[in-house]
Nanobody
Framework: QVHLVESGGGSVQAGGSLRLSCAAS???????MGWFRQAPGKEREGVAMIYAAGDTTNYTDSVKGRFTISQDNAKNTVYLQMNDLKPEDTAMYYCAADLYLSSGYCPLVHEYTYWGQGTQVTVSS
């Protein structure tokens, strides 16, 4: 069992920055961990994922060049640095993890096993 706790959400103006954190506890031998988001009335989408053993990252196109995912394996924590935020980034952001994706690549479309409770990000224009 992997327990995930997100933090760092908030409200910012367009062009601002936020850093989300996701701390894992319990059975922390996950292979992939990262972030999804869901805006009201929209489907959940994968934002950024990172492979724990090799730092391979994967981003959805709309955040490339603006968001950076990183990890501190000693702290079992994954971060999402979000710069140049836009109103369309407004959503609930969820941390997700999986123990069984062992190819070195973490897909953005996948039924991840473990999920956090979410943290709200609101970007005003």
């Amino acid at each position: 069992q992997v327990h995930l706790v997100e933090s760092g959400g908030g409200s910012v103006q367009a062009g601002g920055s936020l850093r989300l954190s996701c701390a894992a506890s319990g059975y922390t031998y996950y292979n992939c961990m990262g972030w999804f988001r869901q805006a009201p009335g929209k489907e959940r989408e994968g934002v950024a994922m990172i492979y724990a053993a090799g730092d391979t990252t994967n981003y959805t196109d709309s955040v490339k060049g603006r968001f950076t995912i990183s990890q501190d394996n000693a702290k079992n924590t994954v971060y999402l640095q979000m710069n140049d935020l836009k109103p369309e980034d407004t959503a609930m952001y969820y941390c997700a993890a999986d123990l069984y994706l062992s190819s070195g690549y973490c897909p953005l479309v996948h039924e991840y096993t473990y999920w956090g409770q979410g943290t709200q990000v609101t970007v005003s224009s």
